[in-house]
């Protein structure tokens, strides 16, 4: 919950001081505060309802911020911040399973899920700053100035909600895993695994498309195959699903790096063409 408010816009920037006496996202966020704080205080049974209530607040208010407004936004500086939230929440994941397992008997099936644990989070890491992040800072960078809002609502904001769910997600099943890497992980931590890469895949697509216009076809047949081979191997030792998804995201990574030489490559021959002194 704290990443996720963190992740809204919160952006640094300077607006015309009649606008800004009047910005209803402000109160609209604050007012999703209000339920935080009463859903830490409130009987269990209607924490999840007023943090729900809190989480919407704050999609709304990120909606509102970007509404007819001319933002004073730092692309990089914005990129920069929301990538942090990425790695704080990948790290996270990490300390939770490890936590978990601190005072745990070292097995050759523990040291395994471990391992396969850490190769999917590093290239979880990798499928976002591998070269994506800064494609998406440079098209931001790019735009019109008016549009920077809803750009800046859109492909960080609002996709970064999901990004962030898709690694809760991935670290609740590490979790799981990580406590019982000796026998086939339950229905529901093979449903978490595979709705938190989808998450964490899609969301990363979508922001993407939001900067640039151009969909990632590649990436999401990829982890779209390899979620279905991750439920085929839902009976295997847990492993298995886990190193399949480390395969599913290692092959991302390769055909998109030999995508970019090869445009690379025709970008160069095209320059090479053309006539000295033209």
Sequence with gaps: RVVGMALQVRIDLERDVDDGLSMPWVYVSTLGLVFVLAGALADESLRPWLWLVA??????????????????????????????????????????????????????????????????????????????????????????????????????????FPLVCGIVGFAVAVEEIVLHPERPA?????????????????????AYWRTTRHLLVSRLVIVAVTLVVVVLLRDADPVWPLAAVALGLLAVIVVEELRDRRRAAEHDAALAAVPAGT
């Design 55 to 160: 989480l919407a607040l704050d999609l709304a208010a990120s909606a509102a911020a970007s509404g007819n407004a001319t933002w004073d936004i730092s692309p990089g500086h914005f990129s920069e911040r929301h990538g942090l939230f990425v790695i704080i929440a990948l790290g996270e994941s990490l300390i939770v399973a490890a936590s978990a397992v601190a005072e745990e008997e070292r097995t050759a099936d523990l040291v395994l899920a471990a391992g396969a644990s850490l190769a999917v989070a590093c290239l979880l890491w990798w499928t976002y700053f591998g070269w994506l992040k800064e494609a998406m800072e440079e098209r931001f960078a790019s735009g019109r100035a008016g549009a920077f809002g809803t750009v800046a609502r859109d492909a960080y904001s609002l996709t970064h």
């Design 186 to 206: 339950e229905g529901p931590v093979i449903a978490s695994l595979v709705v938190g890469i989808a998450l964490f895949v899609g969301a990363t697509t979508l």
